[in-house]
Each structure stands twice: as C-alpha cells, then as structure tokens.
C-alpha cells in the first residue's frame, strides 16, 4: 500500500520500546527523547516497518549491564531515581553524583535499562544470523564510562554490545559519526588488537572569536590519540578531529577515504555504526554543515563493507532532523527510496516538520550554512595522512 516491499538480500531488525519515549531530562537538556517519537512516526509514516522484522525491546539485566560497569554503579543505577537519591548518596557515599548534563529523573532507571535492552537483543539478532543489519535508534550512548555518567550517557550500551559480538567476531570495527568524540568506547576498547574504534568529531575551541576558551565537549579524541600506546591496541583507536563548519563533500572525503582503509587492512568481521545525528547542519550542538543525505552516505558506505552491522543512534539536538536522518537511514538500511514529501497525511505531529523554518514538509531541507567553514584542504589532507600511517 506504502510502496514499501520486503526488499530481496537484507535481513534488517528494529529495535526498540517506546517507553524510553516519555523520559525528561528537564525543561532545558537538550536531549529530549521525544526525538525517539518524531523518528517513529516518520518510519511508520513512510511504511517502513513492513520492510524489517519489528521487535519490542525488553531491558537489560542488571547482569548484563555489569559485563562493563561496574557492580556498584549498576547497583545505583538499577534503584535510582528523584526519591531515593539522596538515601542512595549516603549508601554509596557520594561516589556517584548527579550533574547539568547527568541529571536524576523520574522513570530514568527505566529508559537506562531499555535502551541498553534494544542493543542487546539488536546483537543477539545479528549473532544468531536472525538480522543483517540490526537498528537501534535509542542507544548510541558513547561517552559513559565503567563507573561514571558523562555527557547525556549513563549505560554505554556500544560497549556491551561490541563485548557481546566479540564472543562470535574475532575483530569489531566500531564507527563513530556523532559531532562529538566517542570517548567512552574509545577508552573500554584502548589496549585490544579486536576493536579498532574509529571516531570522527568536532574538536577544538568552541568560539574562537569569544574571550572563553572552552573546549568542544569532550575535549579528548586529538589526531596522535591512537589507542594505548604500551599494549597490543596500540593503533587500534583512529581520531579524525574535525574544526568547525565541514561540509558534505569535505566529510565524505574523510569519511570514505579513511573508513575505506581502515575497512581494507583491519578487515573487521562485524561493524558498529554510531550514526550520531548531531553532526547535521542545524543542530543545537553539532557545528558541521551535513546534510542528511550526506550523512546518510556514511550508512550506505558502511554497508556495503557486507559484514554484520549494528546500526545506533546517538546525539541529535534538532528533532525534526534528528527523526528526517535516522528515518532516511532506516531505509537506506532495508534498500528502499523514499519520497521527498514527507506523508504528512499519517505522521500524527505534522506541524513539527511544516513551515519554512521547519523544512516545509519536506525530508531533504537544505541544512548547510549555519555555520562558518573553517575547514580547508590542507586540513583534510594531513588528517588523511595521518589516518594513513
Ligand atoms: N555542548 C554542549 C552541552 N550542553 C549541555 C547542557 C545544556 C543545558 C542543560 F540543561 C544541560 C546540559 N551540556 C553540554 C555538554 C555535553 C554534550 C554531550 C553530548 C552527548 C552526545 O551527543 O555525544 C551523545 C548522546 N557538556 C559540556 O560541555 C560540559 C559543561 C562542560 C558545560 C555545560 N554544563 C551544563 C555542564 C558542564
Ligand atoms: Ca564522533
Ligand atoms: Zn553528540
């Protein structure tokens, strides 16, 4: 009826639950997880379900989670919320602390755990040869670590993920195209030869022009960064540190020169996708010019490497976008073109993607320009040299 059929040749599964829908971080934070609501009504807008097997996440077990965290952190996480935190602080003696950008809300315990949850069984479906390519749109969440919260990020659901597939998968490259460094599996994956992780990402101040000179978050992720130098992952970890306002054709280049090689002599025998919706032109966060097919690219890039691929979400501050460029990769994931009318008849929030400033209706509004290039050629050419080497 959509014009969606089961395209022949890839298996592709979603997962997800859409409790993780109605979480607040609070009045200000920018991730809202009602990004996760926009992006399923386009899904199911353009017919996309009828093209992937549809699964509805369970959490995480405690268990699960504790394969990276640690126990007492899981523990914490698995009781707290807005009530028993401070009863919580006492038992754990203030090692675990709440912050602007790791707050404690209600019913947080519960989204931790589910989107942790979809990633997982996205694994046991790719494992089990269930799923080609495997979708998880609420996990992507890279910068939390063994036993602390960092950046939005309270479970690293890649990182369980990525231990999970390495029980099947001799090598897992992990790609990472959020604006934003992907620290935290960086950092689990430092002294392994089997996961070469891969990051490309805003670096550097964030207003040059400003008399503060704060670094973009996390401030970590520099070119010579590359892998724990005193073991065997020395030079399993690549860094593409990237200045402001880098356009389509400039990230590609990047993107498909350096994953190219990395794909050719790290030959990796599952892949994991962060495809971080932050680095779009427009975002609330993200300082690049991308626009949604060139984001896109990345995806198609990927897939055609033909191994096992897990495919997550991440950052993504513009919802209306955040939900155009994880619909367009959910179906470049099952083979299908999209009209670029939006089918505004059946997505039930029309007006979240209407008017000029809104993409009038459309799923390619032009996205570039909101920031200044700061990029030049000799810029890319040294980050590939040195991708190189
Ligand atoms: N950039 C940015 C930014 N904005 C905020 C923020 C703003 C309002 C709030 F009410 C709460 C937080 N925090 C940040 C960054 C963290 C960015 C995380 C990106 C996550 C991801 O997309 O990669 C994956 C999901 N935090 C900081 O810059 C730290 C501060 C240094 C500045 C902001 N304040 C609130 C905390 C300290
Ligand atoms: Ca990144
Ligand atoms: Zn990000």
């Given amino acids: 009826e959509n014009g969606i059929e089961r395209p022949q040749g890839y298996n592709v ?36 379900q009828f093209a992937m097997d549809n699964y509805d996440a369970l959490p995480a077990s405690k268990e699960t989670v504790a394969a990276f965290h640690d126990e007492d952190y899981v523990d914490f996480l698995s009781k707290v919320s807005p009530q028993t935190f401070d009863e919580l602080c006492k038992i754990y003696e203030d090692r ?17 755990f589910l989107y942790t949850g979809a990633t ?23 910068h939390a670590h063994k036993s602390e919260a960092s950046g939005f990020c309270y479970i690293n659901d890649i990182v369980l993920g990525i231990v999970e597939l390495l029980k099947c998968h001799q090598r897992v490259l992990y790609i990472d195209i959020d604006v934003h460094h992907g620290d935290g599996v960086e950092e689990a994956f430092a002294s392994s030869d089997r996961v070469m992780t891969l990051s490309f990402h805003r670096y550097g101040i ?33 860094n593409v540190p990237i200045p402001k306002g880098i356009d389509d054709d400039q990230f590609l280049y990047l993107f498909e020169t350096i994953t190219g090689r990395t794909l050719e002599h790290f030959r990796p ?18 300082q690049f010019n991308l ?21 997550l979400g991440g950052g993504g501050y513009t919802a209306r976008n955040v939900a155009r460029a994880w619909t367009h990769e959910t179906a470049l994931a099952v083979g299908a073109t999209l009209s670029e009318e939006l089918p505004m008849h059946i997505v039930p929030r029309p007006q979240a993607f209407m008017g000029r400033e809104h993409g009038d209706g459309r799923l390619y509004p032009e996205l570039a320009g909101f920031h200044k290039n700061n990029v030049t050629q000799k810029e890319l050419d040294l980050l590939v040299e040195h991708c190189h080497e």
């Fill in 13 to 48: 599964s979603y997962h997800y639950n859409r409790r993780v829908e109605n979480m607040h971080f609070g009045r200000t934070h920018p991730m809202k997880p009602w990004r996760l609501t926009l992006t399923k009504h386009l899904v199911m807008g353009y017919g996309l």
């Fill in 96 to 112: 675990i602390p709440q912050s602007a950008d790791c707050p404690v809300f209600d019913g947080m315990q519960e989204y931790l």
């Fill in 120 to 142: 997982m069984e996205a694994v046991s479906a790719l494992t089990n040869h269930q799923s080609d390519i495997a979708i998880n749109w609420s996990g992507g969440l890279h």
């Fill in 206 to 238: 964030i207003d040059e022009d400003s008399r503060e000179k704060h670094l973009f978050f996390p401030g970590t992720g520099a070119l010579n960064s590359n892998g724990n130098e005193k073991s065997i992952g020395n030079h399993f970890a690549l």
């Fill in 269 to 286: 025998q599952a892949i994991v996708l962060q495809c971080g919706a932050d680095s779009l032109g427009g975002d609330r966060l993200g």
């Fill in 291 to 311: 626009n949604i097919r060139a984001h896109g690219e990345c995806l198609a890039f990927v897939k055609k490497a033909g191994v096992p691929l897990l495919i």
